[in-house]
C-alpha cells in the first residue's frame, strides 16, 4: 500500500519525534492508538521507575527544509484545536520536521503558567533546533512545571 505524501510526511514525522524523545532514558514515548489530537503521550520517568509526570506531544512535518523557522512556520490551530489543548491537565509541546534534511524543532502548544514568572512563557515562544540537549531542557521545563504545582497545592 502506498501513502499519499501527506500521510506519509505525517507517518514519518511521527517516527522521527519518537527517535528523539527516545534518547532520553528518563522518557517513555507512546504513540496514541487514535488521532484524537495528541500523537504521543510521553512519562517522565525518575531512576527508571515513572513518576506520574507526562506532556503530550503533537508531530507534524513537511517536505521542504526552512530557510527561516520562525518566519515560515507560523502555527495557527482552530478554534477547536485551542481549546482541545488548553483542556488538558499537562504541557503539550509541537515536534515539527522538514523531510528533506531531517531537522526537527519543538513549540509549546501549552504551557501552563503558575503563580512563578519565571516559567516559560507562550508570548515568548519560539521555535528551537531539537538536539539532545533540547530533548533535556524540555525535561526541565515540565518537571518545574510539575514542581511548582505541587508546590502550590501544599
Not at 490551530?77 to 504541557?91: A, G, R, T
Not at 521555535?127 to 531542557?137: A, G, H, K, N, T
Request: glycine share 4%.
Amino acid at each position: 500500500m502506498k501513502l499519499d505524501l501527506e500521510s506519509f510526511i505525517a507517518e514519518r514525522a511521527e517516527h522521527l519525534a519518537m527517535v528523539y524523545l527516545t534518547r532520553s532514558q528518563d522518557l517513555v514515548v507512546e504513540r496514541m492508538k487514535a488521532d484524537y489530537g495528541l500523537d504521543m503521550l510521553v512519562t517522565i520517568l525518575c531512576e527508571k521507575f515513572p513518576t506520574g509526570r507526562v506532556f503530550g506531544i503533537q508531530a507534524q512535518g513537511r517536505d521542504k527544509a526552512f530557510k527561516n523557522i520562525q518566519q515560515e512556520a507560523l502555527l495557527a490551530l482552530s478554534v477547536k484545536e485551542n481549546s482541545y489543548f488548553q483542556d488538558l491537565p499537562f504541557p503539550v509541546g509541537l515536534l515539527f520536521f522538514t523531510m528533506e534534511d531531517d531537522k526537527g524543532y519543538f513549540k509549546w502548544l501549552k504551557y501552563p503558567s503558575g503563580s512563578n514568572k519565571n516559567h516559560h512563557s507562550l508570548e515568548h515562544n519560539q521555535w528551537r533546533s531539537l538536539d539532545e540537549y533540547q530533548v533535556d531542557r524540555i525535561l526541565e521545563e515540565v518537571n518545574a512545571w510539575y514542581e511548582e504545582k505541587s508546590h502550590s497545592v501544599a
